[in-house]
């Protein structure tokens, strides 16, 4: 099925990409961004902390903005949250007024690529959060995507904590896709480079595209050779499918944290993926 699904990626591009004897067509429609200068951020913040009794996490791939109630949704799932982790984060006009009306938030984003013929509007990972994070680190992952090798931005941030010496390290994740096991492998491997050398509490949430049971297979070895916990939503038979292997694609784990309430957001239609939503407190 994945071999199927990358030849069927390949066929639908291979006549933009019989334009140009090599990949440098794709600069009209995408631009790259070293990673080093891949985090930006906008916003600021009132609260010092995170209080380790209760911690409100609401998780979503939000298609670039692009599905019609995508703001008014935004704005009613947003209210009142400590975190919001978004994949296919975008920055245009409608993003960018939306998250202005959050007051006391700062945006971190680990760009993934600029859009070159929508004024360079940058896609990527992001967390917004009402406490300012202590270190953002962004990584790109080591393969790019297939035929337009782009690649996949991971966002880090680690915020304080009330009464506590250790930070809460926050994962954002969108993994990559359009590839075989071996680069999704290894797009994993960084995020647990940055696990290993943390030893506070972790979410670690986001559309991991687990699309093949082998790609699954691994993350869930990966969790639990960290001793991370799988959030168990309460309907969390609504989160996006893969439509061909009917693979979940989107997850929550946390450790040193524990989980008093998890649902989805199953009527939303604002994105094709589904909002979900954690509430933690720190253990």
Same mark, same amino acid.
């Given at each position: ?51 380790? =009794?209760? $911690? ?5 791939? &939000? ?5 019609? !109630? ?5 704005? @009613? ?115 647990? =480079?940055? $696990? ?5 509490? &972790? ?5 991991? !595209? ?5 790609? @699954? ?67």
């Amino acid at each position: 099925m994945e071999r199927f699904f990358i030849v069927l990626i390949v066929t639908v591009f291979i006549n933009l990409n019989a334009l140009a004897e090599d990949k440098g067509v794709w600069d009209r429609y995408f631009r790259l961004v070293p990673e080093e200068q891949a985090h930006v951020y906008q916003g600021k913040t009132q609260r010092p902390h995170f209080k380790p =009794e209760s $911690i409100k996490a609401f998780i979503w791939n &939000i298609k670039k903005t692009q599905m019609m !109630n995508w703001k008014q949704e935004f704005e @009613t799932f947003g209210k009142n949250q400590d975190l919001i982790l978004l994949q296919e984060a975008y920055q245009n006009k409608l993003f960018n007024t939306t998250a202005s009306t959050f007051k006391d938030y700062r945006w971190d984003m680990g760009i993934s690529m600029y859009y070159v013929q929508d004024n360079d509007a940058a896609t990527g990972t992001m967390i917004g959060s009402k406490v300012s994070p202590q270190e953002v680190v962004v990584k790109h992952s080591p393969d790019g995507e297939a035929v337009v090798h782009t690649p996949k931005a991971m966002t880090f941030a680690k915020y304080p904590i009330e009464g506590r010496a250790d930070e809460l390290l926050v994962i954002s994740v969108h993994g990559i896709n359009i590839t075989k096991y071996g680069p999704f492998k290894r797009h994993m491997d960084q995020a647990a =480079e940055q $696990i290993e050398n943390h030893s506070g509490p &972790i979410l670690f949430a986001g559309d991991f !595209n687990t699309r093949t049971k082998a790609r @699954t297979a691994y993350l869930m070895k990966m969790i639990e050779k960290y001793g991370f916990k799988t959030v168990e939503f309460k309907n969390g038979h609504q989160r996006m499918r893969w439509k061909f292997t009917n693979n979940y694609l989107d997850h929550g784990f946390v450790r040193g944290l524990k989980v008093n309430h998890a649902y989805v957001a199953g009527e939303a239609t604002g994105s094709d993926h589904k909002p979900m939503f954690i509430e933690m407190a720190v253990e």
